[in-house]
C-alpha cells in the first residue's frame, strides 16, 4: 500500500514560518489527491489544505487561507505545506493524506483513502 511520510514539524514562535513536507510512495503518485489535515488536543480532526493532482486546484480551510499555501513536486513525491504567520491556534498534529479519486475530496470529509504518522506543530505565544 502506498506509504505517506511526513516531516518538517517542530516548536515556533508566533509569527514564524515553518515548512512540512510529506514523501509518498508509488509510481502512480500523480494520479492521487492530497490532503493535510491537523488534530489539536481536545479537538476533532479537522481540515487544512488539499490539491489535486490535476490540474493544480487547491483549497484551504478559512482558517488558514492567506496563511499557508499548500503545493507539490511530482519528481520528488512530494507535497509540502508552507505555513506562514503561525498562531498558537495552530498548534497540533499535522497529518498527510491521499485518495485515489475521482475527484479532490471534499473538505468536510476525512474518507482519504491513505494517512502518515502526523508531526507536531507547537506555536508559542
Known amino acids: 500500500q502506498v506509504q505517506l511520510v511526513e516531516s518538517g514539524g517542530g516548536l515556533v514562535q508566533a509569527g514564524g514560518s515553518l515548512r512540512l513536507s510529506c514523501a509518498a510512495s508509488g509510481r502512480t503518485f500523480s494520479n492521487y489527491h492530497m490532503g493535510w489535515f491537523r488534530q489539536a488536543p481536545g479537538k476533532e480532526r479537522e481540515f487544512v489544505a488539499a490539491?489535486?493532482?490535476?490540474?493544480?486546484?487547491?483549497r484551504y480551510a478559512d482558517s488558514v487561507k492567506g496563511r499557508f499555501t499548500i503545493s507539490r513536486d511530482n519528481a520528488k513525491n512530494t507535497v509540502y505545506l508552507q505555513l506562514n504567520s503561525l498562531k498558537p491556534e495552530d498548534t497540533a498534529v499535522y497529518y498527510c493524506?491521499?485518495?485515489?479519486?475521482?475527484?479532490?475530496?471534499?473538505?468536510?470529509?476525512?474518507?482519504?483513502?491513505?494517512w502518515g504518522q502526523g508531526t507536531q506543530v507547537t506555536v508559542s505565544s
Open positions: 493524506a491521499a485518495d485515489r479519486g475521482p475527484v479532490l475530496p471534499d473538505p468536510s470529509t476525512t474518507d482519504y483513502d491513505y
Open positions: 490539491i489535486s493532482w490535476i490540474g493544480s486546484i487547491t
